[in-house]
């Protein structure tokens, strides 16, 4: 997995989220990230702190821990962790996973819009469907909302 450096990767974590008290929760990611590069813990320590950002953390957090993950995705455990995401018992983590639709690989792209294009939350449903669209046609996403637009409930 590329990335610019542990060092490079905080710093840039630090301007784009606040300073240390508010970027804190993107440090650990990107500490826990080098750190399973390194082979200094195991992929779950990474995957757990990004799982905790998508759940909980505010917009900036989630989308930069989904980000991380999507760069993991390719790990099987990661891919695990998409797939209880899309689980989850609040629309907005379930909203946040079809954020990503467009960018996941097949197969994983595919799971996951037929876990939720039938979601029981209208809007959930609207989101995979808008991303599984941009998906299967990225020649039609000139002009359309980005990833994050939120649909109408």
């Known amino acids: 997995m590329f990335t610019f450096g542990r060092d490079h990767e905080v710093q840039v974590a630090l301007r784009r989220h606040g300073g240390s008290e508010r970027g804190s929760e993107v440090v650990a990611i990107v500490n826990a990230i080098h750190d399973f590069l390194e082979n200094k813990v195991p992929i779950t320590v990474a ?3 990004i799982g905790e950002a998508i759940i909980a953390g505010r917009r900036d957090v ?3 821990g989904a ?3 999507l760069k993991l ?3 099987a455990e990661a891919r695990d962790v998409w797939l209880q995401l899309a689980h989850h018992s609040k629309a907005e983590v ?3 996973v079809a954020s990503f639709i467009d960018d996941l690989p097949n197969p994983l792209a595919s799971e996951l819009f037929e876990l939720l294009k ?3 939350s209208r809007r959930v449903r609207q989101h995979a469907i808008e991303r599984w669209d941009m998906h299967e046609h990225p020649e039609r996403t000139i002009g359309r909302p980005n990833r994050f637009t939120r649909t109408s409930r």
């Open 67 to 69: 980000t991380w993950l």
């Open 47 to 49: 995957l757990g702190l």
């Open 94 to 96: 379930r909203f946040r």
């Open 62 to 64: 989630w989308e930069a």
């Open 73 to 75: 995705t390719k790990h």
């Open 118 to 120: 039938d979601d029981q």
